[in-house]
């Protein structure tokens, strides 16, 4: 049996690939259909998030199973990009190591925000589209299964999901919940269209923001963020129009020097509505002149300063619940692939016992048939020491086999044991 996982994630890969690579809802079906044609005794999971691309495979026998150069081409063909543009980012982790990273997935470890409880929902149903396809078979389901449940055993037995420790949540779960009792009447007002800009929009949207506006000197990539999240786009020359009817306002341009002074800010309060306004300032250097936070008393400016101290907090606090959930992962892991090597193990033992017992079973009854006049009483000890010795002489290959699958599915001794014994598959 083998199991491989082929991704691209956040970890050292260029955004602008990953959203090259990243299946819509429509692809995801077309892609299995495709799959399923060119890999017909493969299963399949694809799992595609705005952090991380993954394509899951699993197959029951070693025949016929997907090379890492087959799925890099896939990948390629299917989303017209160069093979070469994508090969050297495109990772790969086959048997223990798939499954421990699906694990460490599904528990949110490999997170951008360890920890974050959206990712089960997404591998959740990342699963339940991958049977609805029937792309999904009997051991890709075993995965997966598991693997919610491990996320579930680590968020019950840790606390990894405690304590915000990403800017964009900090920023949103507690300061931003701070100022606002609800979010799904508030106006976004975004300013640049860069990764934090995208993570904070997240946040946000889990928290019911329907209305975005993004603004953005370049206006393809701010149109591709605000179609992300159901949003519009405004010209960056109405900035000021657009500060004076925004409630929440995440400004991540990367400017040399703020782009709004406190000038500026104080003359769109003095022409707008002076509701409260939760300005995240997550530019390095910063966007928004820090004196605009004193200009009234409905005014919340919050920097990437002020949200790092909880951050840096909440960070220590997980680093024990990180090595707790590690242990949990691992000890998971090895429980699930000593049930997959059993399973694939078990039909070859069965069917060497069975071989066995029915040579041994001939044996007897010709002996029965030259011996007519045994009793009942010798005719079972017989049995029983033909059934001894048939033990005997099985424990040996059996106990190899055993030995054997706890490392990993014991291909060539399984071959070598159906050419012996002339098993059928």
């Avoid at 964009?168 to 799904?184: E, L, M, N, P, T």
């Avoid at 209305?211 to 605000?226: C, F, G, H, Y």
């Avoid at 920097?303 to 990180?322: F, M, P, S, Y």
Wanted: net charge negative; proline share 4%; charged share 30%.
């Amino acid at each position: 049996m083998n199991l491989q996982v082929v991704y691209c994630t956040h970890h050292g890969t260029d955004l602008t690939l990953r959203e090259k690579l990243a299946f819509s809802d429509e692809q995801t079906a077309r892609a299995y259909d495709h799959l399923r044609n060119e890999f017909p005794d493969s299963e399949f999971v694809v799992l595609s998030t705005c952090n991380r691309v993954e394509l899951y495979t699993a197959q029951e026998s070693a025949k016929n199973v997907p090379t890492h150069q087959q799925l890099a081409e896939f990948f390629a063909e299917f989303h017209k990009v160069p093979r070469e543009e994508l090969f050297d980012d495109l990772l790969e982790r086959t048997g223990p190591d798939a499954v421990r990273h699906l694990f460490s997935v599904a528990a949110g470890i490999d997170s951008m925000v360890v920890g974050e409880p959206q990712i089960v929902a997404q591998v959740r149903e990342a699963y339940a589209t991958a049977r609805d396809h029937r792309a999904s078979g009997p051991l890709a389901n075993a995965m997966f299964e598991r693997a919610l449940k491990v996320g579930k055993r680590i968020r019950t037995e840790t606390g990894l999901s405690e304590g915000r420790i990403s800017i964009a949540s900090v920023a949103v779960g507690d300061f931003g919940k701070s100022i606002f009792d609800r979010f799904d009447d508030k106006r976004v007002l975004v300013i640049g269209a860069g990764e934090m800009a995208e993570e904070t929009l997240r946040y946000l949207h889990a928290e019911g923001v329907r209305d975005v506006v993004v603004t953005n000197r370049s206006i393809e990539r701010a149109k591709m963020l605000a179609g992300q999240w159901g949003g519009t786009t405004a010209p960056f020359d109405q900035l000021d129009e657009l500060l004076g009817q925004a409630d929440i306002i995440v400004s991540t341009t990367g400017a040399s020097r703020p782009i709004v002074s406190c000038e500026r800010f104080q003359e769109v309060r003095r022409q707008g509505d002076p509701k409260e306004v939760f300005i995240l300032d997550l530019g390095a250097p910063r966007d928004f002149d820090p004196a605009i936070g004193e200009v009234d008393d409905n005014v919340f400016l919050y920097c990437i300063d002020d949200l790092e101290a909880t951050c840096d907090q909440n960070r220590k606090v997980r680093k024990k619940e990180i090595a707790a959930a590690q242990r949990i992962i691992d000890e998971e892991t090895d429980e699930f692939m000593q049930a997959v090597y059993h399973r694939a193990t078990g039909p070859i033992i069965r069917n060497l016992r069975e071989k066995w017992n029915e040579i041994s079973q001939l044996e007897l009854e010709r002996l029965f048939g030259k011996l007519p006049d045994l009793n009942q009483e010798d005719r079972d000890h017989l049995e029983q020491c033909f059934n001894r010795m048939v033990n005997k002489l099985l424990h040996p290959p059996l106990e190899v086999l055993r030995e054997e699958a706890r490392e990993g599915t014991p291909h060539g001794l399984m071959d070598a044991l159906k050419r012996l014994f002339h098993l059928r598959d």
